[in-house]
T-cell receptor
């Protein structure tokens, strides 16, 4: 199946600094990627939809100035947590839909996740 | 709007016993249904999916699920579990009619297989 890779897998930073997380589709092109956030022992909550070449679409309650998303190419989307604070500590997971030219299957492929800890 | 309900937050079961993880969904339009598994500190792996056709769907690792439209359910089953099946399982729905491509997830069910 299609492969999505995230980097870094974990990061620890000081409060007030910014952290960038990369999401790459390794063997397919993804015009749309999705960023999810997962708190411990909870489900995945959609943060935003990243669209190649255009602005991201944020879910209600997600601060677009705090979580900057850039989708500069068909294989790379980045999430930057700006001026991170301890409450931003979470597991961030990206995903992409594989459109192989066939019928829409709806399936998303997920990255390995990035665990952010803000001290 | 669509939603997914996983009725059990935790399911303890003994090794080699059968298991069923329950999932119900709500949507005003047709949906695609998925089950994903998540191991600790990892992303999600697709177990199986229902798009159309046969309501009984077989997936990886011996799992299967049955789509029941009248009951709006998509329960996951396995006839005999292994220790290695211990993980978090998420039911998800995708609503394509509105053009929304993201998945909506249930709250997850922790499957704990005991020896």
């Amino acid at each position: 199946g299609a492969v999505v890779s995230q980097h870094p897998s974990w990061v620890i930073c000081k409060s007030g600094t910014s952290v960038k997380i990369e999401c790459r589709s390794l063997d397919f092109q993804a015009t749309t990627m999705f960023w999810y956030r997962q708190f411990p022992k909870q489900s995945l909550m959609l943060m935003a939809t990243s669209n190649e070449g255009s602005k991201a679409t944020y879910e209600q309650g997600v601060e677009k100035d705090k979580f900057l998303i850039n989708h500069a190419s068909l294989t790379l989307s980045t999430l930057t947590v700006t001026s991170a604070h301890p409450e931003d500590s979470s597991f961030y997971i990206c995903s992409a839909r594989w459109l192989a030219g066939g019928p829409e299957t709806g399936e998303l492929f997920f990255g390995e996740g990035s665990r952010l800890t803000v001290l | 709007a669509q939603s997914v309900t996983q009725l059990d937050s935790q399911v303890p079961v003994f090794e080699e016993a059968p298991v069923e993880l329950r999932c119900n969904y709500s949507s005003s339009v047709s949906v695609y249904l998925f089950w994903y598994v998540q191991y600790p500190n990892q992303g999600l792996q697709l177990l199986l999916k229902y798009l159309s056709g046969s309501t009984l769907v077989k997936g990886i690792n011996g799992f299967e699920a049955e789509f029941n439209k009248s009951q709006t359910s998509f329960h996951l089953r396995k006839p005999s579990v292994h220790i290695s099946d211990t993980a978090e399982y998420f039911c998800a729905v995708s609503n394509l009619d509105t053009g929304r491509r993201a998945l909506t997830f249930g709250s997850g069910t922790r499957l704990q297989v005991q020896p």
